[in-house]
């Protein structure tokens, strides 16, 4: 997500690698906490209205520029709930 966004890899080259290991991990039973779970759900779904192939691309597809725009807004939520996470680690070490 972060090379994505970091502009290191292409949409068509995220979508394949992303939606292969979500299936992996699904197939391998991983269990995940609600507010994380959903922030992939939002992830897969924009890669849901995504054309890996711009040539099958409708003018109603999400783009290049909002598939980054929304995994973006999905890494800022993933931070913010490790942030949490932590602050709450350390009042409750404190």
Do not use: N, Q
């Not at 939606?19 to 759900?41: I, K, M, P, Q």
């Amino acid at each position: 997500m972060r090379d994505l966004v970091g502009g290191k890899i292409a949409g068509p080259d995220f979508a394949r690698a992303w939606l292969a290991a979500r299936r992996r991990a699904l197939d391998a039973g991983e269990r995940l906490r609600e507010r994380f779970d959903r922030v992939l759900t939002d992830v897969f779904y924009s890669l849901d209205g995504y054309a890996i192939d711009p040539t099958l691309r409708d003018p109603d597809d999400v783009t290049d520029e909002e598939l980054v725009t929304e995994v973006r807004m999905a890494l800022d939520h993933l931070d913010s709930l490790d942030l949490s996470r932590r602050h709450r680690g350390w009042s409750e070490g404190a």
